[in-house]
């Protein structure tokens, strides 16, 4: 079964940056299509950005396209989200995923979720 292990979230004022980054064990990373994901207190689980398993094909959601930037090391086996100009409205949990196919991405059609990690931003 794979294992996430999501880790980079904080306090962090407005404007401000982070960098969540996601380690995955007990699979073929390379093989693996990632996604990260948020969940704010009292809303549904969201889809944030996925990346192909080459990395080579990066997709976001429109509320982070042009702040957050997701990357992928597969020598480490970790995904990276950063994350810059951070508001308010990015206040979250943020999860990471893997799938075999970007449909099963998209629908969060996983049995397993990591911790997560919070990010909060405030002033």
């Not at 094909?57 to 951070?86: E, H």
């Not at 970007?102 to 996983?110: E, G, K, P, T, V």
Request: aromatic share 10%.
């Amino acid at each position: 079964q794979v294992q996430l292990v999501e880790s980079g979230g904080d306090l962090v004022q407005p404007g401000g940056s982070l960098r969540l980054s996601c380690a995955v064990s007990g699979a073929i990373f390379m093989l693996y299509h990632m996604g990260w994901y948020r969940q704010a207190p009292g809303k549904q689980r969201e889809l944030v950005a996925t990346i192909n398993s080459d990395g080579r094909s990066l997709n976001y959601a429109n509320f982070v396209k042009g702040r957050f930037t997701i990357s992928r090391d597969n020598a480490k086996n970790t995904v990276y989200l950063q994350m810059n100009d951070l508001k308010p409205e990015d206040t979250a949990v943020y999860y990471c995923n893997a799938a075999s196919n970007l449909a099963s991405l998209i629908r969060q059609d996983f049995d397993y979720w990591g911790q997560g990690t919070h990010v909060t931003v405030s002033s």
